[in-house]
């Protein structure tokens, strides 16, 4: 019991220690009197669409247009994501939208 809790408390303080670490890396590495490096700048600007496309590329791997449901549930949720962003310009509300919408799909539509 003893070792447990131990265990768990070591756990919190590295996971504590290392949000932490990586919330405050970028202000001592970059403080606000000095600019930012162009690296930084562009990296910040191309990435998040690559991290988007590796993780719309990762979701669909599995996706058989052969078999099943012919990947009608995802392209109808990829639709949603992409009309309620061009609308909205709101990610969470625009994913947030397309996960509910896919879920629903694959357990109430198609089954």
């Known amino acids: 019991m ?4 131990t265990q768990s408390i070591i756990t919190i303080a590295v996971i504590a220690l290392t ?6 890396l ?3 590495l970059f403080p ?3 600019e930012t490096p162009k ?3 562009y990296l910040g ?4 669409s690559a991290i988007i496309g590796m993780l ?5 791997k599995g996706v058989s247009i052969f078999t099943g449901s012919h990947g009608l549930p995802e392209a109808i949720a990829i639709l949603c ?3 309620v962003h061009h609308w909205k310009h709101n990610l969470i509300l625009s994913i947030g939208g397309g996960t509910v919408l896919y879920m629903f799909l694959v357990q109430a539509v198609f089954i």
């Open 56 to 60: 719309i590329v990762y979701c669909l």
């Open 45 to 48: 600007r191309v990435l998040p």
């Open 32 to 34: 606000g009197n000095r």
């Open 39 to 41: 690296l930084i700048v």
């Open 2 to 5: 003893i070792q447990n809790t």
């Open 19 to 24: 949000i932490l670490a990586t919330r405050a």
């Open 26 to 28: 970028p202000f001592l």
């Open 81 to 83: 994501v992409a009309a």
